[in-house]
């Protein structure tokens, strides 16, 4: 027998001896791999549900106020704007809107301020929540709005029923923010973004006043013009009128060169009917990002020929939910026949749904409007 084959067969040091060694356990005192494993999994566990825990309080404490958020949270920031608003608004000879004109105007905009809030806040799970919470604010209008004993409502009044509105909803908001922060990395997501949001309190608050200004504007256009918050109104879209934004001076050249054949300068601004100071809050505001009916207005370069130039003016609308609103005496028939001729365009629908996609990404500012008239 070889050495190799007389170690093995040793008593007590062949494979069964082996196998039984290791079968007999650890001795008192020490764990299995396998208890080690399960302890380690426990207590990560453990520790991942404390995280959880403490970033959903913190977030939550940072949407509605509380734990080292008191006074200061996202939704203080809605409310002190909302409030900021009535001074705004309560000017010159403010106008009276029956409660149904303003319910409808405010749940037009009480989603979008939501939306807007949510773009602010350029995080999934934290948007989520505040869209839902401008949903809930819509839907809960109907419970806390009441006009004055003549019908009427004024700003003042306007505004505390849309605070209380978006406060009463708040509670959805954060239901919603607790519940999609159901793992560490959707919170740690979500924890940071709210963080940074409540810490911006000026973003939050000019958020939330362009949104009050838009279902002012857009109660303004329902008195006026009669139909609903969300379309454009009767009035010409030539014309500035109480309860729209109207731009006006584009200039059209099917001639030049693509990417040169519409042009923006010397453009002007007016939303008749709205107080000086709130009128400026759309100048620093994207153009598709503005709530209200927009209606806008140009003339195309006429061709040549004749010594009197016929009429070369264009106008069309864009609803608030940013969908266009074409009428076709609103054209001339010279403009129609040159916004057809538009690089890309194939009729003058075409021609102007060019100028509305290359206008609305800017903001009136930066298209050199320095002032919105009245």
């Known amino acids: 027998m070889t050495r190799e084959h007389h170690h093995h067969a040793e008593p007590g040091k062949g494979a069964h001896a082996t196998a039984a060694s290791h079968d007999a ?66 000017k010159d000879d403010p106008p009276s809107f029956g409660a149904k004109v303003l319910q409808a105007a405010i749940q037009v905009s009480v989603a979008a301020a939501a939306g807007a809030l949510a773009v602010a806040a350029g995080e999934v799970v934290v948007a989520a929540a505040l869209v839902a919470g401008g949903g809930a604010a819509a839907a809960a209008l109907p419970g806390v709005f009441a006009s004055g004993p003549d019908g009427s409502v004024d700003p003042i009044k306007f505004c505390s029923d849309y605070g209380t509105a978006v406060r009463v909803s708040s509670g959805k ?71 729209r934004l109207h731009i006006q001076g584009i200039r059209v050249d099917p001639g030049a060169k693509p990417g040169t054949q519409i042009g923006f300068q010397g453009l002007e601004a007016k939303l008749t009917g709205v107080p000086q100071a709130p009128r400026q809050f759309d100048l620093n505001r994207k153009i598709e990002d ?32 940013k969908t266009p609103d074409y009428r076709g005496g609103e054209v001339s028939v010279i403009a129609e026949g040159q916004l057809a001729k538009l690089d890309g365009a194939s009729s003058w629908q075409d021609g102007l749904g060019l100028i509305w996609h290359k206008m609305r990404g800017f903001t009136l500012a930066s298209l050199g409007v320095r002032n919105i008239s009245n």
């Open 25 to 90: 356990g650890p001795g008192p005192g020490k764990r299995t791999l396998a208890e080690d494993a399960n302890g380690d999994a426990t207590a990560s566990a453990a520790r991942h549900e404390s995280e959880l825990h403490r970033l959903r309080k913190e977030a939550h404490a940072a949407y509605l106020g509380g734990e080292g958020f008191e006074k200061r949270g996202v939704l203080d920031h809605q409310l002190d704007a909302i409030n900021d608003m009535k001074d705004y608004l309560n």
């Open 290 to 321: 503005i709530g209200v009916s927009r209606t806008i207005e140009g003339n195309v370069l006429a061709p040549p020929g004749g010594r009197s130039v016929p009429p070369t003016q264009f106008a069309f609308g864009i609803r608030p939910d």
């Open 173 to 243: 908001a954060a239901h919603k923010l607790h519940t999609d922060m159901n793992t560490v990395a959707k919170a740690r997501s979500a924890h940071a973004r709210m963080l940074a949001l409540v810490a911006a309190p000026d973003a939050i608050k000019q958020v939330q006043k362009n949104l009050v200004l838009d279902a002012w504007v857009n109660a303004l256009k329902v008195k006026h013009q009669g139909g609903k918050a969300s379309d454009m109104g009767k009035a010409n879209f030539g014309d500035s009128t109480k309860g």
